[in-house]
């Protein structure tokens, strides 16, 4: 998880479209989410290639981090991370209606500041994590049936698909983006192979089911560092459904939203926190979006108020997060003049399993952020977050974060 969230705005996304509207990874140049590019149009050579199909992306984020006091210790870490991806529209390309090919490449550097500093369990910032190296991305992705039937192949981040949290996207937290208590969810760092199966019949509903070969013996197109570490199983494979209703009116003016459950079980075998082992877990989560308040009724407006909120559950004999809850509020063009400027505030909750023996049973964290774009292809983001009992055993933490991306 990212980068699109600094360009895709907080709204609720098309099941159909989840790659563009709704990804953690950035959004190819030439697609609905893009913003302007720092290398602009190479002379027309993107456009012309866009034409045929190709469009190509570039993001460089670099976050600076300072936990202020508590947690495992005050002090500073920096992360990078560049990110190069290419889409392929075989409609465009091979006369091949409905088709999508994706590759993205991805490299992180530095140090994993909630390993250093914080020692939180919900991880405050989303892109934390060891250094590595991979193909993040590889996927063939075919619409069917006058798009009613979506098929979807190849090395995924699960998270671009189930448990989106749509007005979560610009929290930096990462329970704000998916729930802690999917066990095995192929994401950041560790995307990994599967399929998928979505179907939408209407507008306003979805259903969809995939699997992913979501452990830590599958190293598939990873480079350097061990991403796949990150799984807690060495066997087994993750399983997810998710269905939901999207609807464009509600009592509040211009007020758009979703709700949405997913259900989950993975067959792999786990060690438990009283030092045994089973075999297969399971959970389920939900998240709710909707638009508060819009200053016009136009479908496409940005502006406006926005809120989420989302619950997770799953087994406390394996997870020491067993409960997820929480929300947010975003204020997207809160200042006359300036359309793009975002405030954002929200807390979130984990709840510890007794059988982690941990000094505390929740970790509470509070989150607010302000972002701006100082030109049509950066972000900044400043953002701090209060972290109550980071890692069920730390003295509160104060961790400030600074992120920038810059779109090429």
Known sequence: MVAACLWVQAQPSRAGDAQVAASPTPAPPGSAAAPAVLTGNWGGLRDKLADEGMTFG??????????????????????????????????KAFSLAGGKFYVDFEDHAGGNPTTALTGDLQVFDKTNTSP???????????????????????????????GVINNGLDFLNSSAQVSPT???????????PGALVSFTPADWFYAMAGGYL???????????????????????????????????????????GDLKIGFWGHTGTFTRLDGGSQRGAEGFYAGFDQTLWKPTAKDDEQRGIR???????????VSTIWQNGGGGIVWRGFLPGRDTDEIGFGPQCAWLS??????YPYELMFEW?????????????????????????????LVGTLQLALQF
Do not use: C
């Not at 495992?72 to 870490?77: M, P």
């Not at 999917?182 to 990994?192: E, S």
């Open 58 to 91: 570039l993001i460089w984020l670099g976050e600076g981090f300072r936990n202020f006091d508590g947690g495992i210790r005050a002090g500073d870490s920096f992360s990078s991370t560049t990110d190069l991806n290419f889409m392929l529209d075989t409609e």
């Open 132 to 162: 590595y190296s991979e193909i993040f991305e590889l996927y063939y992705a075919q619409n069917l049936f006058h798009d009613t039937l979506r098929i979807k192949v190849g090395k995924m981040d699960a998270n671009t698909e189930f």
């Open 354 to 359: 007794r059988d982690a023996n941990l000094k």
């Open 182 to 192: 999917i066990l095995g969810m192929p994401t950041t760092p560790d995307p990994l």
């Open 369 to 397: 952020f302000y972002q701006v774009n100082p030109t049509s292809w950066s972000t900044l983001k400043p953002d701090l977050q209060y972290i109550v009992h980071p890692g069920g055993q730390y003295a509160n933490a």
């Open 307 to 317: 809120m989420f909120l989302d619950y997770g559950e799953t087994d406390p004999r």
């Open 214 to 256: 979501a452990n830590r013996t599958d190293r598939f197109l990873n480079f350097t560092g061990d991403p796949s570490g990150i799984q807690p199983t060495e066997n087994g494979t993750l399983f997810i459904g998710e269905t939901g209703v999207k609807w464009s009116r509600s009592p509040w003016p211009g007020g758009d």
